[in-house]
């Protein structure tokens, strides 16, 4: 079966959505965009700021949704010999960033929870990625510097001139690798990072990452067969 990598970085405004995958030839291909919303009024009651940011989610869902279903329609169908076109489902591992949203926007926790349960409902293998993995992942280091120019190197063929799709390029190489497939970013960078400030290769700082995201899966499904 052929494989697809799906990254999103969340929000109710503007959303990342990135791509992962091999072509007919077998070359890894990887394509990102982003998704926006128009925000709604703002007013001092908070009921009708919350009804405001839950059609932001249903349109977000909505955009997302398309997105990836016309992708796949581009990607992964084929012409059969009676001319009618037929679709080849992959495995789609998708990874999304889990919700770190402010004390003063605790009351959007909730909607977002429901957007990214909408989400997950497409794919057959799930990884929630905490935020900090995701600069670790891209590079060395959970603090300091920001990953966006470090991905956009990764993948020079990116557009990737914002945090949404440079996160999500980030992710989808996360789930990419944690189906089976090596990286598929030129990844070129050595880091110092941790107490002892211990020189490694950003692979094994990467591998680091998928082995413990591989773990946090598997203690989820020994959870679901009790």
């Known amino acids: 079966m052929s494989k697809l990598a799906i ?3 969340q929000s109710f405004s503007q959303t990342g959505l990135a791509f992962i995958w091999k072509d007919g030839k077998g070359e890894v291909k990887y394509h990102v965009v982003s998704l926006g919303t128009k925000a709604g009024v703002v007013t001092e009651s908070k009921a009708a700021n919350l009804e405001a940011v839950y059609h932001r989610a249903l349109t977000m869902r909505s955009k997302i949704k398309t997105a990836v279903n016309e992708f796949l329609a581009d990607n992964f169908s084929y012409q059969a010999k009676d001319g009618t076109y037929k ?3 992959p495995e789609i ?5 889990m919700v770190a949203l402010s004390t003063q926007n605790h009351h959007l926790t909730g909607l977002w929870w429901i957007l990214w349960n909408w989400q997950r409902g497409f ?3 799930f990884l929630d990625v905490p935020s900090s993995t995701v600069k670790k992942f891209a590079t060395g280091c959970g603090t300091g510097e920001k990953p966006t120019d470090h991905v956009q190197v990764a993948f020079p063929l990116a557009k990737v001139n914002n945090s949404d799709k440079g996160d999500a390029l980030i992710m989808a190489d996360m789930a990419w690798q944690f189906s089976g497939e090596p990286s598929a970013g030129k990844w070129p960078f050595d880091k110092l990072c941790g107490p002892n400030k211990k ?3 950003l692979k094994e700082i990467q591998q680091d990452q998928i082995e413990d995201l591989d773990f946090k899966e598997i203690k989820v499904k020994k959870k679901k067969e009790k």
């Open 199 to 201: 020189k490694k290769k």
């Open 7 to 9: 990254g999103i970085d």
């Open 87 to 89: 679709y080849r489902k």
């Open 93 to 97: 591992t998708l990874a999304m960033e």
């Open 123 to 125: 794919a057959d293998k």
